[in-house]
């Protein structure tokens, strides 16, 4: 049955068809344990269609191919560089361009998938995978990444307080200001922010975290400097932030556009899992630029990532139309919408949204 908002007004209801008020009556009489029953036997059902796919899918399916993808992105990072040495200024632009692109790339869908261990089927090399993506390319630190993606956000999707994507609300700035200006603060803030963090981890893991970052950020300034020739400290540093830059506004705008704004839940009545996930988290439209940069996971396919985080871009795109069906055929929220939808959304609702804590959503007939 449809999530009622506690705060918001009903209809008067129209009096139900006999068949349907049976089945409501039915559903009332029926106890907790039996729908939590049900709903692990959905999830199962699930589980075990998808389970299927996995397992007739090739190394090149599950792992390969992005991987590979992300070693084009290296490929291109080079010629970036090489780019920025022009004095034509198309091929410069061109240059950032990619430069910002492949930045994101390796930066936003390399360490999600690191974070997931989605890269490789082994855990030791899936640590190596995140400290390196995590730490070097994203300067953050992979222990506090894994735990507040991992642990909070897909653990406690939508619960507030916990996992209800609230990393990035800034509420004493306006809706302009937070949805284009302060963006931009991202690159910048991001390694102190990281920096900060380090005195919850042993000093090893402090020390590692920032010689790691250290290495991310010299390594991008040295390239600069003697790959595309650039001539002073603050040009190549200029250089730096716009190119990670580039892309951070539909990067903060995706991360709330698929939680913020549907159903959010308190801590003592979580829904069991396949109703969290299915609820609280949306899919939007494939788009090349974003599926290249952030990944289907993360863009397309962001149901299917919440109810199996540990699977690659690929296997989420391959199983989508597996999970769309099974949960449409079950009755179950399929939730989709547009970039330019939920952008609307948020400038005509940012105080209820952003600013506000959203209402919790009173689950009726599935608790």
């Known amino acids: 049955r449809a999530p009622r908002e506690g705060r918001a007004r009903s209809k ?65 990072l080079f010629l970036g560089f090489l780019l920025l040495r022009s004095d034509n200024p198309f091929a410069f632009l061109c240059g950032v361009v990619i430069l910002g692109v492949v930045h994101h790339a390796i930066a936003v869908k390399g ?33 506090q990444a894994t735990y507040n993606h991992v642990k909070l956000h897909h653990a406690y999707t939508n619960i507030i307080g916990l996992g209800d994507s609230s990393t990035w609300k800034l509420p004493f700035l306006n809706r302009y200001v937070y949805m284009f200006i302060a963006p931009l603060a991202v690159p910048i803030i991001t390694p102190f922010v990281a920096i900060g963090m380090l005195k ?16 991310g950020l ?23 932030l716009v190119t990670r830059s580039l892309l951070v506004h539909p990067y903060i705008h995706v991360n709330i556009f698929q939680h913020i704004g549907l159903p959010m839940f308190s801590t003592d009545k979580k829904p069991k899992r396949i109703h969290m996930m299915t609820l609280g988290v949306l899919n939007l ?10 990944g289907h996971s993360i863009i397309s396919c962001h149901i299917e990532h919440h109810l199996f985080p540990t699977l ?48 919790i959503t009173e689950l009726v007939g599935i608790q």
């Not at 075990?48 to 993808?69: K, N």
């Not at 974070?115 to 953050?140: D, R």
């Not at 650039?230 to 200029?238: G, I, L, N, R």
């Not at 999970?323 to 399929?334: D, G, N, W």
Request: aromatic fraction near 12%; proline fraction near 6%; charge should be negative.
């Open 12 to 76: 008067p209801a129209e009096p139900a068809p006999p068949a349907e008020e049976a089945a409501a009556e039915a559903e009332a009489e029926r106890s907790p344990p039996e729908r939590r029953r049900e709903a692990g036997s959905l999830m199962g059902e699930l589980s075990q269609a998808v389970q299927e796919v996995v397992r007739s899918s090739s190394w090149w399916e599950r792992h390969g191919l992005d991987g590979t993808l992300l070693g084009l992105n290296w490929s291109f």
């Open 111 to 143: 360490s999600h998938l690191a974070t997931h261990n989605a890269l490789v089927e082994s855990k030791s090399w899936g640590k190596l995978w995140a400290v390196f993506f995590i730490e070097v390319c994203s300067s953050f630190t992979a222990e």
């Open 200 to 215: 919850e981890v042993e000093w090893k893991t402090a020390t590692r975290t920032l010689c790691c970052i250290l290495v």
């Open 218 to 240: 010299y390594s991008h300034y040295w390239l600069l400097i003697n790959i595309s020739g650039f001539q002073s400290v603050w040009s190549a540093f200029s250089c730096m």
């Open 285 to 294: 439209p494939r788009n090349p630029l974003l599926d290249w940069s952030f």
């Open 312 to 359: 690659s871009d690929n296997m989420c795109l391959k199983i989508k139309p597996v999970v769309s069906q099974y949960l449409k055929e079950k009755k179950l929220p399929y939730n989709e919408d547009s970039y330019w939808s939920r952008l609307k959304l948020f400038l005509g609702k940012y105080e209820e949204l952003m600013v506000h804590a959203p209402p």
